[in-house]
């Protein structure tokens, strides 16, 4: 697990934990995926050269997790709440697929905080993305009888493709409860997730994304995100869409799909593209 500083914000009546990479500024917020952690960035931060904190969402990683309030307001505010407390009156704000409409939210909500857009395989999804992402919710909501056990079970899933490495794997270790017994738990709940999913699918994107005035960067992840003939959660084709409707949007194919095009040599293609962008 790379070796980047922990840090605990209070913020929304809730505790957010984030990672820090120190480096130049501007300094870059990440926000990850539906039911991911911070450490899906550990390869992305370390290939940037500028400073970037990564946070866990609530209800994931080691942040708190309530009951409810999942919505994406309740995450804006959790975000707003973080910057006020680490006195950081504008970032660079990014985010991978439900993090990338994140970004996309806060920035149209609150414009003077956010000075540009990374939005990650997020925008226009494929209609049937929710089918698409069963298999990475399915372990959701179970114990498994070992860390060993969780790692292997995950590596066979069919949208990693063979590719593993340190990273991905530090990332599901942040992803479980460690027990006394040596079992682990997923963190995030299949309750927390329902609701932030749909509450946040649910919002009429193609009007918060139209409303978007900072410079966007879209990295899409165009290779299927299954076997042979599966669909891109983010297919080429909406990804163009997506960025047609964003007012200021420059448009990257970033090798992989949704999940491998964060990790080993992708990673490091998006830190360039991500490198380019900023420094414009």
């Given at each position: 697990?790379?070796?980047?500083?922990?840090?605990?914000?209070?913020?929304?009546?809730?505790?957010?934990?984030?990672?820090?990479?120190?480096g130049?500024?501007?300094?870059?917020?990440?926000?990850?995926?539906?039911?991911?952690?911070?450490?899906c960035?550990?390869?992305?931060?370390?290939?940037?050269?500028?400073?970037?904190?990564?946070?866990?969402?609530?209800?994931?990683g080691?942040?708190?997790?309530?009951?409810?309030?999942?919505?994406?307001?309740?995450?804006?505010?959790?975000?707003?709440?973080?910057?006020?407390?680490?006195?950081?009156?504008?970032?660079v704000m990014?985010?991978?697929?439900?993090?990338?409409?994140?970004?996309?939210?806060?920035?149209?909500?609150?414009?003077r905080?956010?000075?540009?857009?990374?939005?990650?395989?997020?925008?226009?999804?494929?209609?049937?993305?929710?089918?698409?992402?069963?298999?990475?919710?399915?372990?959701?909501?179970?114990?498994?009888?070992?860390?060993?056990?969780?790692?292997?079970?995950?590596?066979?899933?069919?949208?990693?493709?063979?590719?593993?490495?340190?990273?991905?794997?530090?990332?599901?270790?942040?992803?479980?409860?460690?027990?006394?017994d040596?079992?682990?738990?997923?963190?995030?709940t299949?309750?927390?997730?329902?609701?932030?999913?749909?509450?946040?699918?649910?919002?009429?994107?193609?009007?918060?994304?139209?409303?978007?005035?900072q410079?966007?960067?879209?990295?899409?992840?165009?290779?299927?995100?299954?076997?042979?003939?599966?669909?891109?959660?983010?297919?080429?084709?909406?990804?163009?869409?997506?960025?047609?409707?964003?007012?200021?949007?420059?448009?990257?194919?970033?090798?992989?799909?949704?999940?491998?095009?964060?990790?080993?040599?992708?990673?490091?293609?998006?830190?360039?593209?991500i490198?380019?962008?900023?420094?414009?």
């Amino acid at each position: 697990m790379r070796d980047y500083m922990n840090h605990f914000v209070t913020t929304n009546n809730i505790q957010l934990h984030l990672l820090e990479k120190p480096g130049t500024e501007p300094t870059l917020l990440l926000a990850h995926g539906l039911t991911a952690n911070a450490h899906c960035f550990g390869a992305l931060m370390a290939a940037l050269p500028y400073r970037v904190l990564a946070v866990d969402l609530r209800g994931r990683g080691q942040s708190d997790a309530p009951v409810s309030g999942y919505s994406m307001d309740d995450h804006t505010t959790d975000l707003i709440g973080l910057l006020d407390a680490l006195e950081l009156e504008q970032v660079v704000m990014g985010g991978h697929s439900f993090g990338g409409l994140l970004t996309v939210y806060t920035a149209v909500h609150h414009p003077r905080r956010v000075r540009q857009c990374i939005i990650m395989d997020a925008g226009l999804m494929h209609p049937q993305v929710r089918e698409l992402i069963t298999p990475s919710l399915a372990r959701l909501g179970q114990t498994y009888p070992s860390w060993e056990a969780y790692r292997d079970m995950v590596k066979t899933a069919v949208y990693w493709q063979g590719q593993w490495d340190d990273d991905i794997e530090a990332y599901y270790r942040a992803d479980v409860h460690h027990h006394a017994d040596g079992t682990v738990t997923p963190i995030p709940t299949p309750a927390a997730i329902a609701e932030a999913a749909g509450k946040g699918l649910g919002l009429n994107w193609l009007e918060v994304m139209a409303r978007l005035s900072q410079p966007a960067l879209l990295l899409n992840g165009p290779v299927g995100y299954g076997t042979p003939g599966t669909p891109a959660v983010v297919p080429a084709d909406l990804a163009q869409q997506t960025a047609a409707i964003i007012p200021h949007c420059r448009l990257v194919s970033i090798p992989g799909n949704h999940m491998t095009m964060l990790f080993g040599e992708n990673a490091r293609l998006m830190a360039a593209a991500i490198t380019e962008f900023v420094g414009d």
